[in-house]
């Protein structure tokens, strides 16, 4: 792996992985997307999407995913990514969940099972947050707990980043709805149905945190679908075939 790549240390099921931002082409970054990197008006945004997907092909292939050319990366309505094989490519081997972000210059990539919704926020461990936007943030007696506490905003602040993305809602789940504890670094919240592990670090110069949860069901793209089926029509029927015995029985 890159030398400029540092893990950030987890459990034994998910990974994670901090790099700074690098000035990459395009051909460098099997993962990126070109006509996505096109609408970039500003070179900054480049360099976060490049890099972050860069980190991504790194991790993946500390993972197991060697052929990173049999992977896309797709997006749903909330802008969250997925991990997928390219159409095409019939393949039905479980891909990981991953989560990207960047803050202060490094790009920061998590892991985990299929099966298992991660997400990962990171800010510089100087970085503060203006006190004006505590409200934007928390409500009720959360609220009133941060301003007891305005030393652990930012800490505050990537927890909920965390959940956002392990939820594959971004700000389209509103911060003040997650409620959680400022100070412990390890805990369990509730949202609606969903159980959710928020794990807290400070670990080379930031505040990072990671928050996992059981993966809702997502839509499957139409060869995910038929693959599907045929594995179903399969199990329900040890004698079916997709031609192979009508061909036989003509030769």
Same mark, same amino acid.
């Given at each position: 792996?890159?030398? @400029? &790549?540092?893990?950030?240390?987890?459990?034994?099921? +998910?990974?994670?992985?901090?790099?700074?931002?690098?000035?990459?082409? *395009?051909?460098? &970054?099997?993962?990126?997307?070109?006509?996505?990197?096109?609408?970039?008006?500003?070179?900054?945004?480049?360099?976060?999407?490049? @890099?972050?997907?860069?980190?991504?092909?790194?991790?993946?292939?500390?993972?197991?995913?060697?052929?990173?050319?049999?992977?896309?990366?797709?997006?749903?309505?909330?802008?969250?990514?997925?991990?997928?094989?390219?159409?095409?490519?019939?393949?039905? #081997?479980?891909?990981?969940?991953?989560?990207?972000? +960047? @803050?202060?210059? +490094?790009?920061? &990539?998590?892991?985990?099972?299929?099966?298992?919704?991660?997400?990962?926020?990171?800010?510089?461990?100087?970085?503060?947050?203006?006190?004006?936007?505590?409200?934007?943030?928390?409500?009720?007696?959360?609220?009133?707990? *941060?301003?007891?506490?305005?030393?652990?905003?930012?800490?505050?602040?990537?927890?909920?980043?965390?959940?956002?993305?392990?939820?594959?809602?971004?700000? +389209?789940?509103?911060?003040?709805?997650?409620?959680?504890?400022?100070?412990?670094?390890?805990?369990?919240?509730?949202?609606?149905?969903?159980?959710?592990?928020?794990?807290?670090?400070?670990?080379?110069?930031?505040?990072?945190?990671?928050?996992?949860?059981?993966?809702?069901?997502?839509?499957?793209?139409?060869?995910?679908?038929?693959?599907?089926? #045929?594995?179903?029509?399969?199990?329900?029927?040890?004698?079916?075939?997709?031609?192979?015995?009508?061909?036989?029985?003509?030769?």
């Amino acid at each position: 792996m890159d030398s @400029s &790549v540092v893990e950030i240390p987890l459990g034994a099921t +998910h990974r994670a992985f901090m790099m700074p931002l690098l000035d990459l082409s *395009l051909d460098m &970054v099997p993962l990126a997307n070109p006509n996505e990197v096109a609408t970039f008006v500003t070179e900054k945004r480049r360099r976060e999407h490049l @890099s972050g997907r860069y980190l991504l092909g790194l991790a993946l292939k500390q993972w197991g995913c060697g052929d990173l050319s049999y992977l896309e990366i797709q997006r749903d309505e909330f802008r969250a990514p997925r991990l997928a094989y390219i159409q095409g490519v019939w393949q039905r #081997t479980p891909l990981p969940s991953v989560s990207i972000g +960047h @803050s202060g210059g +490094h790009a920061f &990539v998590a892991l985990a099972p299929a099966g298992v919704s991660i997400g990962i926020d990171g800010e510089l461990l100087e970085r503060r947050l203006a006190t004006n936007a505590f409200d934007l943030m928390a409500k009720g007696d959360e609220l009133a707990e *941060l301003k007891s506490l305005p030393q652990h905003a930012m800490r505050m602040w990537v927890k909920k980043e965390a959940v956002q993305k392990s939820m594959g809602l971004g700000m +389209h789940l509103n911060p003040r709805d997650i409620q959680l504890s400022i100070e412990n670094d390890n805990q369990i919240i509730s949202i609606e149905n969903s159980k959710i592990q928020l794990d807290y670090y400070e670990y080379n110069g930031y505040r990072i945190a990671v928050a996992t949860t059981g993966q809702e069901h997502r839509p499957m793209n139409a060869e995910e679908s038929l693959l599907e089926e #045929t594995k179903v029509a399969m199990e329900d029927n040890p004698d079916w075939g997709v031609g192979c015995k009508t061909n036989r029985n003509a030769l």
